[in-house]
Each structure stands twice: as structure tokens, then as C-alpha cells.
């Protein structure tokens, strides 16, 4: 026997063993059938011991009994054997058992919005299923990890994970090196990293690799892959695709935070009493909250918006879209545009906010909001042209500051166009960013219309739209940031 495993297993027995110790017990365990062999072993000695000391213990004390001399010495000892042996081979069986179910994996250090998980609670072997929100778990070793809703998991060992459905993130320090996701498509086992695991209710799994090095291994497949920072791919049909990168589709432990501060000061009914106030606005063109259930054309993925249990588009690949048709045939001299975006930082030159499909000279003032190669919003109206002077380096306007965080985020976007002034203005995060003035400007053109993809790859969305408004007006700047603060989801 291991004496080192020898030596921790007492001190568990007597309860004198450290935090540090424990720790190397639950390696040995978790790495080496044999030592947990070894480990139930010890625990059935020390049971019979105790059991044997409580029995000698209790003969003692008991009065002697008078008995035939003959039956006595042959029958008691004999059914003592048999009765130690069958209580011998009875926790042999269930100790291995009681121990893997009783050890604790896994404690809930914060949620955002989960009803089946409190903060400090246990999880051991049994099945989670979590319908909306988000939640921080800390296991044994210290890996942090965030799983998103909905999803069902559980945990088989302090090192092991399985996702049946959903989304995690994790973060794992030297100490939990080997911490393995398993999934219905496929492994990923962390070499000290941060990566992410996306299991969709249909269709294959996907590892990001945020930080360090991820070994994947597709189900049914011997080959091993080695991901890095950067690397990602989708696991199906027992091999490994490579994909783009989407760090943005995660929620990791840094963002948790915000979003669980958002919920406690009530954000989600301010941002309900906005949009309902919106909704009365003589002037609104449309408001897609997409919590209404109904079906929306196109191809894409319904996943989490920024409330527990809420709804929205996610668009992964190329030719994912929602088709739509807002503002009839009227020419619109005022506009404004608003979105909850989390998007990706990805290499296609144009990611689609709202392409309307009648962009020719026929039909001036046709609207395409975007976010260009250089993560910057834009603006492009057919027909308009920039003001003498302008400080653009092409033909449209665009905001000055980027839209992409360096990390997941929700952001709010708006542009608002005035054909009248000839002014597009852009914000961010409800903060005016910059204001260009055009020579010509046509009233807006609506119409048919998609988010996504808009028939050409440079058009590729990636990422998460929530709440897309449309205005007949023009908002303030006072107007704007109010819509962004009632609908922080951080605080």
C-alpha cells in the first residue's frame, strides 16, 4: 500500500488531517482506481475495528449468562464468522458508493438569477437542471467555473464534469490541472487554462480556448487535439472541426459580479417599465424584445438574453439570420436605432445589425446598421454622401469608438439620423461618441429586412442581438442614456 495515502487516509480517520492534505487525498482518489481500493479498504478495517471494540466493549459489561456447555461453544463463533464476513462484503460493496456520493464537489459561491441553486450549496453526484440565469461554482481544487442556463450537469468527481446541455466557462488554476468536461460529442480536458464548452440541445459541442491549453478528444476517436489560446473547435461524428473563435458567447467569473449586483437593484423591472412606456411612443416603428414566443423567420439559435429565463437570437454560423419587415413603405426623415449586442471580435469585414434588402438606386435612402471591420458602428443610407471636410476614410459614417469589449459584455448600441439636420450621431453604453454631418441625406428607408447574415458572408453576425428599437424620431441624448441605464443588466 501507497504510504503516503496510507498516512492521509488516518489522519482523515482521525479527523486531524489539514486543508493541504486533504487536497493530495482527494488526487490520489480521483486519479487511481487502486488507491480508492485502498482508501475503502482502510475504511472497512477501521469500521470492524470500531464495530469489534463496541462489541468487546458491551461483553464486558453484560452479566454472564448460564448456557449448555456443548451448543454454545460450537454455534456462537461460528455465526459470529459468518456474520462478520457477510458485514465485511456488505460494506465493501456500499462504501465506495457512500463515499463518492457524500463528497462534496463543487459549492455555489454566487448566482445571477438561478431559483434551483442557492449561494453555499453542495453539489455532490446528483443531476442539476437550471431553467434561466447564471451561477459560479468552486470545486474541490479551486477551478472556477460559470455555467449558464438553461443546462443540466452534473459533477462525477471534484475533476470530472458532465454537461448534458449549456454553456460554461471555467477558470482553472495548477491545483486543478486535468479538470475534464464531458460532453455528449466530446472531452475537454484542461491543461491550466481558461476555456469555455458550449453543448447545444441538438447538434455538436464546441470548445473556445480563451487562455493556455485545452486537450480535446471527440467522442468515439483515439486522436487527442491540443488547443490554445485562440484555438477553437466543434466536436461531431467522432472528429474535431476547427471554428472561429466566440469568447463573447460565455459568461465567465469576472462578469458575474455585475450581472448578479444588476438583479439585486431591481434592473430588470426598470428595464421593463422603459420598454412598456416604449411601446405607447407615437412614433415607434418596432420593438423586438423577442420574449413573445412567437416564431421569427431566419436561422438561429434561442438562447439567454441578458435576464434569466429571457430570450434572444444568437447567430453562430455563416448564413444564420431573423428576417423582418418594419416601417412599411413610409420615408422616414427622422430614426433612431437601439440594441442590446454581444458580439465577437471576429475577422469578416461587416457583422450585420439590421440590412434592409432594397439597397439600389431605385431605392434611396435604404438603411444598413453595422458593425465594421474595424469594430467601429456605421451608419450607410443609399444615396447619402458625407460633408466636405468629414474626417471619415470611407464613403459612411462611423462611430470613433470601438463596440467590442476586450471580454464578453453586454453593450448598447444607438445611432440616431436626422435627414432634416443631415446628422448621424452614434452611442455607446448610452455615452454620445460622435456626430458627422452629410451632404446628402435622404429620408430612411425600412422595409424587408434582416439581422445576421444578410445573403453575403461579410455580412456574418456572431454573436447575441436583445431588444432592437426603432424610432421614428430622433432621441436626445438624454432620451438615449436613460434607455441604457433602465436596461443595464450590470451594476
Known amino acids: 500500500m501507497n504510504e503516503e495515502l496510507e498516512s492521509l487516509t488516518h489522519r482523515y480517520l482521525d479527523g486531524s488531517i489539514s486543508a493541504e492534505e486533504m487536497a493530495r487525498l482527494n488526487r490520489f482518489l480521483d486519479e487511481s482506481a487502486e488507491a480508492r481500493r485502498e482508501f475503502v479498504e482502510l475504511l472497512n478495517l477501521d469500521s470492524a475495528v470500531a464495530a469489534s471494540a463496541a462489541g468487546w466493549e458491551r461483553k464486558q459489561m453484560e452479566p454472564p449468562v448460564k448456557r449448555s456447555p456443548a451448543p454454545t461453544l460450537i454455534a456462537f463463533p461460528t455465526a459470529m464468522r459468518w456474520l462478520a464476513a457477510a458485514a465485511c462484503v456488505a460494506l465493501l460493496a456500499s462504501a465506495g458508493w457512500w463515499w463518492q456520493t457524500q463528497r462534496v464537489f463543487a459549492s455555489v459561491v454566487k448566482d445571477a438569477g438561478v431559483e434551483e441553486l442557492s449561494n453555499g450549496a453542495k453539489l455532490r453526484t446528483e443531476t442539476h437542471s437550471l431553467k434561466g440565469g447564471s451561477v459560479e461554482l468552486v470545486t474541490a481544487l479551486g477551478a472556477r467555473i460559470v455555467i449558464e442556463a438553461p443546462a ?26 486535468g479538470f475534464t468536461v464531458v460532453t455528449p460529442s466530446g472531452d475537454a480536458v484542461d491543461l491550466g487554462t481558461r476555456f469555455g464548452v458550449d453543448v447545444p440541445v441538438s447538434g455538436a459541442a464546441e470548445i473556445h480556448v480563451f487562455q493556455g491549453e485545452v486537450i480535446a478528444k471527440a467522442s468515439g476517436n483515439t486522436n487527442r487535439q491540443s488547443l490554445r489560446g485562440g484555438d477553437a473547435v466543434t466536436m461531431g461524428g467522432g472528429a474535431s472541426t476547427a471554428r472561429e473563435l466566440r469568447s463573447s458567447a460565455f459568461i465567465q467569473a469576472d462578469e458575474m459580479n455585475g450581472l448578479s449586483a444588476g438583479l439585486a437593484a431591481g434592473q430588470r423591472a426598470r428595464s421593463e417599465a422603459a420598454l412598456g412606456a416604449l411601446k405607447y411612443d407615437p412614433t415607434l416603428i418596432e420593438l423586438l424584445d ?20 429571457s430570450r434572444a437570437p444568437e447567430f453562430v454560423n455563416v448564413g444564420d439570420h431573423l428576417k423582418l419587415d418594419v416601417g412599411g413603405d413610409r420615408a422616414w426623415r427622422q430614426l433612431t436605432l437601439a440594441a442590446w449586442v454581444r458580439l465577437d471580435r471576429l475577422g469578416a469585414p461587416y457583422q450585420s445589425l439590421l440590412h434592409t434588402d432594397g439597397w439600389s438606386k431605385s431605392n434611396a435612402g435604404q438603411v444598413h446598421w453595422m458593425v465594421t471591420r474595424h469594430t467601429t458602428m456605421r451608419l450607410a443610407l443609399f444615396g447619402n454622401t458625407l460633408a466636405p471636410g468629414s474626417e471619415e476614410n470611407e464613403q459612411f459614417p462611423d462611430s470613433r469608438t470601438s463596440v467590442l469589449p476586450e471580454q464578453g459584455r453586454w453593450v448598447h ?34 422595409g424587408p429586412a434582416q439581422i445576421g447574415n444578410w445573403d453575403r458572408q461579410d455580412r456574418k453576425l456572431s454573436g447575441r442581438v436583445d431588444e432592437l428599437l426603432l424610432l421614428g424620431r430622433a432621441m436626445s441624448d438624454d432620451e438615449v442614456r436613460a434607455l441604457f441605464e433602465a436596461g443595464n443588466p450590470y451594476r
Open 152 to 177: 443540466v450537469f452534473r459533477f462525477e468527481s471534484a475533476q470530472r464534469l458532465r454537461m448534458m446541455s449549456g454553456r460554461l466557462s471555467a477558470e482553472v488554476p495548477p491545483a486543478a490541472k
Open 413 to 446: 448600441l444607438a445611432t440616431v439620423y436626422d435627414s432634416a439636420a443631415k446628422t448621424v450621431r452614434f452611442y455607446l453604453n448610452g455615452q454620445f461618441d460622435k456626430e458627422t454631418h452629410q451632404a446628402i441625406a435622404h429620408p430612411a428607408r425600412l
Open 290 to 309: 423577442f420574449e413573445s414566443g412567437e416564431a421569427q423567420p431566419g436561422v438561429f439559435r434561442t438562447v439567454q438574453g441578458r435576464w434569466p429565463g
